[in-house]
């Protein structure tokens, strides 16, 4: 994935115009921004590179500047749970560094990414100066608690074949981008990534997205996923009538 524009190969080079697009920071004056500028630091993120470790001492806090970044927890038994993909603009990592608790799972990068970083200390203190900066890091980590809160309850009420719709539907709103042919998903994601977000097998998964290729729901190949009739998608998600007849 290419760099963001006006930003050089190599080492990243901050600029202000960066921090706008990050939810924490909309609305902040330009010298508030220059001072959130100024108090953290870019770095780059080769696909496949680790952000933070599960188990870590949470001492940073993240924003995405350009990328994808996956956040899955590995449970007692070895499995892994996929919590997230966190997007351009988006934080991750901050609950835990401002309760001060461990990192509770890996934040990988799923393609070449920039991030910024602040320590926690430093970013307590631009809260502390800067209010409208808290606020809206709790309305973020609240919508990201609801989310996930939602998911849980959907584990065990659902069927299976509904829980992978809906893991394509969240997707698609949170990173789909529209082709000639329907809306892809613009960042590599495994049939392995499907089963971890939705608590089902990777046979189940695997059986389900052919069929639904065979039916002409979406097209999957090296990595990509296309929703070709999105709508179809949400009838199977929602468990709506005519789920096939789309």
């Known amino acids: 994935m290419a760099s963001p524009p006006g930003w050089r190969s190599g080492r990243p080079s901050p600029h202000i115009s960066a921090l706008k697009d990050i939810a924490l920071f909309k609305g902040l004056s330009e010298d508030a921004l220059q001072e959130v500028l100024a108090c953290g630091q870019t770095e780059r993120l080769a696909k496949g590179a680790l952000a933070f470790r599960q188990g870590a001492p949470a001492e940073t806090c993240h924003s995405l500047v350009h990328g994808r970044v996956k956040i899955a927890q590995t449970r007692p038994d070895g499995g892994q749970f996929v919590i997230r993909f966190i997007g351009s603009g988006e934080m991750f990592g901050s609950v835990a560094a401002l309760m001060g608790q461990p990192f509770p799972a890996d934040a990988t990068a799923v393609v070449d990414s920039i991030q910024f970083v602040w320590p926690i200390h430093v970013m307590r203190r631009l809260m502390m100066r800067h209010p409208d900066i808290a606020i809206r890091a709790t309305t973020e980590l609240g919508a990201r608690v ?44 495994t049939r392995q990534d499907l089963a971890e977000m939705t608590g089902a097998t990777l046979h189940t998964v695997s059986r389900t997205l052919a069929a639904w290729e065979a039916d002409g729901l979406i097209d999957s190949s090296r990595r990509r996923i296309t929703v070709r009739r999105p709508h179809g998608l949400v009838v199977i998600a929602e468990d709506l009538p005519g789920a096939r007849d789309d």
Do not use: H, W, Y
Not at 153 to 172: D, F, N, S
């Open 146 to 189: 609801q989310e996930l809160q939602s998911r849980m309850a959907e584990m065990g009420a659902t069927r299976v074949e509904q829980r992978i719709a809906r893991g394509l539907v969240r997707l698609v709103r949170q990173a789909g981008r529209r082709t000639e042919v329907g809306i892809e998903i613009d960042f590599p994601i």
